[in-house]
Every structure is written in C-alpha cells, then in structure tokens.
C-alpha cells in the first residue's frame, strides 16, 4: 500500500513538472531582451515586427529597445538588463562590428546568454552564444553575378553604400568586389554611403548625378533596398529611365521593391529574411537548457527579378 502512495506521490510531481520543462522549450515564460538597431530601413521594420510576433506566439517576454542607430544606446539598454537582473537571455542586433566586448564580459559575468543576430561582432565568439544571420559576403556575390551576366562585364558602377563600419555594408562589399574583380570591364566608379536609409540614398545619388557625366554611369549597386528606391527617384527626376539607362541591383528583398521591379524601374534584389527571431529564441533556451548550440545559425535567400518568382518560392 505504501508503495502505491509512493508511485502516485511521483506521478503527482511529474505531472506538475513536466508543463514547465515544455514552457522551457517553447520559451514561454522566459524574459528576453532584443536590442535593435533601429528603424532606418523597412526592412529592419519587418525584422523587428517579425522578432515581435514571434515573442508573443511562444509566450516570452519580450524588452525590446530601439537604439536609433546608436551603439551607445544598445549598450545602455544592455547594462539595464544586467544592472537589474531583468532578462533570462539577450538578443543583440549590432549596429556596427566593434566595441561589444565590455558589455558582452558584463553579460557572461552575470550569466545571461547573448544571441547575435543579423550584422556581427568583431568579439570572441566565447561571449556570446551564436549568430543567426544570413551570408552578406554571398548577397554581395549573388548581386555582382547578376551584374556581370546582364552587363556582358563591363560596366561602370556606382555603389551605394551601407552603415560604415557595419558588417552588412563591408562583406557586401567584399563579396560584390571579390566577383567582378574578375572582369577588367566591371569598375565602382563612385561608392558613398546612404546609410541604409532611403532619403540618404536619394541625396547620394543625386550628388553622383552631378558630379559624374551620367552616360558613364551604367548600374547603381545599393547595400539595401531602401537606398535603391531612393536612387530609383534621383535618377528619374535627372530625367534618365532607371533599370534600363542605370541599372539597379540591390538586397533585402523588401515588399516595395517587388512594386518597383514589376514596375520595370529596379532590375534585382537579393532576399534577406527577417525571420530571424524563432532561431534566435531557439538557441537561447537550447543554450539555457545545457544544450550545444552551432556559433552560427545561417538564414538563406536568392536573387528575383520579379514578384512571381519570389512569391513561387515563399
Ligand atoms: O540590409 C538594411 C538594414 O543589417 C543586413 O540593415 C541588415 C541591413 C539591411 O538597415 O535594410
């Protein structure tokens, strides 16, 4: 009889532990801090709306803080958190690649996990858990492939450039330079930062119009897609015909863009998905669960032309 009391004692417990160990999968319950960049990009808008909608369908808790583009004020939403012992985890969206290092040694001292999403650090990749994100070195590519093929390897270029400093606009970069470094025809002319803003983008562009004869200019590269929509304006009111007197490839794969390439007025984008908050979250409770997480975490994307397309594949 005793033993009866015993296993129904046990089952009892199990019952009541069990839901909690299955919160702890899905998150629910956990309070986890996501430092954003900012608003500067529609994209970015997506991503955060995305990372939301994510939080709320698992049950976490989400603190999320709007940096305005500033590392300073990332960094001070991040030693609140650990100042006040608020989170179980950190999500980071780093603005630029240095000067993490301090405030990831505070959260490793403190014990609460970092999860690196989209751009990255230029830390130890002891400090933080993993990186979710998609290869910027590979968009770069994919876009000068694109150039290169409808181009026939010769063009002049003109780039417009991300956040300086940020690891979106330099493996851009790179990798577009790594692919039509291979073709004497294919030169960057001009290259200014936008700072992936659309208004920036327009106003650098405008300032190229001027300064070099447009007939010498044959496509425009833009970091993002909001740049390129800035662009698409300049060129128009200098009263050229974009997509076919300068074309424009660019990244992001933003909703706006698919209206400007069926518009014949943008020739290509290059997706990268804002879907990064499932992994995110995923590796932080994998990570506080004792489980081994990868150092990175890649999200995928294509070059499209056109809305159909992407739509077949999404
Ligand atoms: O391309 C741009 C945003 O960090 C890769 O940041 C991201 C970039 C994205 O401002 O729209």
Redesign the pocket.
């Given at each position: 009889m005793r033993n009866i009391k015993w296993i129904v004692l046990v089952v009892v417990i199990l019952s009541m532990i069990a839901p909690m160990a299955m919160a702890q999968d899905s998150g629910e319950g956990l309070t986890i801090g996501f430092s954003q960049?900012?608003s500067?990009?529609?994209?970015?808008t997506a991503?955060t709306n995305a990372v939301k909608a994510e939080a709320e369908a698992r049950g976490i808790n989400l603190l999320f803080s709007d940096a305005q583009q500033e590392q300073e004020n990332q960094i001070a939403a991040m030693q609140a958190w650990i100042a006040q012992g608020d989170v179980d985890a950190i999500v980071l969206?780093p603005v630029v690649v240095s000067g993490w290092d301090v405030v990831l040694e505070e959260a490793r001292d403190a014990g609460i996990p970092v999860v690196i999403v989209?751009?990255n650090v230029d830390s130890d990749p002891s400090l933080y858990v993993t990186r979710v994100?998609?290869d910027?070195v590979h968009e770069g590519r994919l876009a000068a492939a694109w150039l290169v093929q409808a181009t026939s390897g010769n063009c002049n270029i003109v780039e417009l450039y991300?956040?300086v400093g940020?690891?979106?606009a330099e493996d851009?970069a790179t990798g577009f330079r790594e692919v039509i470094g291979m073709f004497s025809g294919m030169e960057i002319i001009a290259s200014e930062t936008g700072n992936?803003?659309r208004t920036e983008g327009k106003q650098v562009m405008e300032s190229i119009l001027s300064s070099e004869d447009p007939a010498n200019i044959c496509a425009v590269f833009a970091?993002?897609?909001?740049m390129a929509i800035g662009a698409v304006e300049a060129i128009k009111e200098a009263g050229l015909v974009p997509a076919e007197d300068i074309l424009i490839v660019s990244?992001?794969a933003?909703p706006d863009i698919f209206d400007s390439l069926d518009a014949g007025e943008v020739n290509a984008t290059v997706e990268?998905s804002p879907f990064m908050g499932g992994p995110a979250f995923d590796a932080a409770i994998a990570y506080l669960n004792g489980e081994d997480v990868p150092k990175w975490i890649p999200v995928g994307g294509g070059l499209y032309t056109n809305r159909a397309d992407y739509d077949a594949t999404h």
């Open positions: 960049i900012g500067e990009s529609a994209w970015r991503f969206a989209d751009r994100s998609s910027f991300g956040t940020s690891a979106a851009r992936f803003v970091h993002n897609d909001d990244v992001d933003i990268l």
